[in-house]
């Protein structure tokens, strides 16, 4: 089974998740953003072994620290769809415009594209393709989990900003109601920021794109 410790890292308190699967204690970790020192402490004191780094999309505090991290641990990337190369190779001037520590570009091992599946041990989750934050945010899902881990699509009570380069408003809103809807009002569904959240409670509540919105 799907587990996970969420670590909010960065000045803007980004919920990066590391998940492993607790058969054989392999670990992804999702959206690195920075504090490094902090997420490693928190991967050893879990007893994971780390194995690879997936990205909802490339905003600095969800990717900062992706490079980094892949070249001192030898881990391959993951996503997010190529729709975020221009927000990959902008990653230097977002760590400049937002006051991070320098934060270097780079190629992801393996685009994702709706519909596919990333593993982790012997879990398994889906990725589905929610653009309108940004042009490639992916999430991943999984279903014996009924977990979310949704970056900046949904959040609690909220949704995501669509003012940057790339943001689409009426796509956010179709990513959500076609790909997170689905997934059932059970699924817990983990925010870039802020608190956990469940599907069903905000189909019904959310005020941007529930059922009152
Ligand atoms: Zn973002
Ligand atoms: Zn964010």
Not at 51 to 76: F, M, V
Not at 114 to 124: K, L, Q, Y
Not at 194 to 213: C, D, Q
């Amino acid at each position: 089974m799907l587990r996970y410790r969420t670590v909010p890292v960065t000045a803007f308190a980004q919920n990066c998740s590391i998940v492993w699967c607790d058969e054989t204690m392999e670990a992804a970790v999702i959206d690195p953003g920075g504090d490094l020192e902090r997420l490693l402490g928190e991967v050893k004191a879990l007893g994971v072994s780390l194995k690879a780094i997936w990205l909802t999309h490339a905003h600095i505090d969800h990717a900062g620290a992706t490079a980094e991290l892949a070249r001192r641990l030898s881990l391959p990337i993951t996503g997010p769809h190529e729709g975020d190369k221009f927000w990959i190779d902008a990653l230097p001037q977002q760590g400049a415009m937002f006051g991070f520590p320098p934060a270097e570009t780079f190629t992801p091992t393996r685009w994702l594209h709706d519909g596919d599946t990333v593993r982790i041990g012997h879990c398994e989750l889906a990725v589905r393709h929610c653009p309108g934050h940004t042009p490639g945010h992916v999430v991943f899902h999984s279903k014996e989990a009924q977990r979310a881990f949704v970056g900046d699509v949904l959040f609690v009570g909220s949704i995501g900003r669509t003012d940057f380069p790339g943001g689409n408003h009426a796509e956010l809103l179709a990513s959500i109601r076609e790909r997170l809807w689905p997934m059932g009002d059970e699924t817990v569904f983990i925010p870039g920021h802020g608190p956990e959240g469940s599907i069903g409670l905000e189909r019904r509540t959310n005020p941007f794109v529930g059922e009152r919105a």
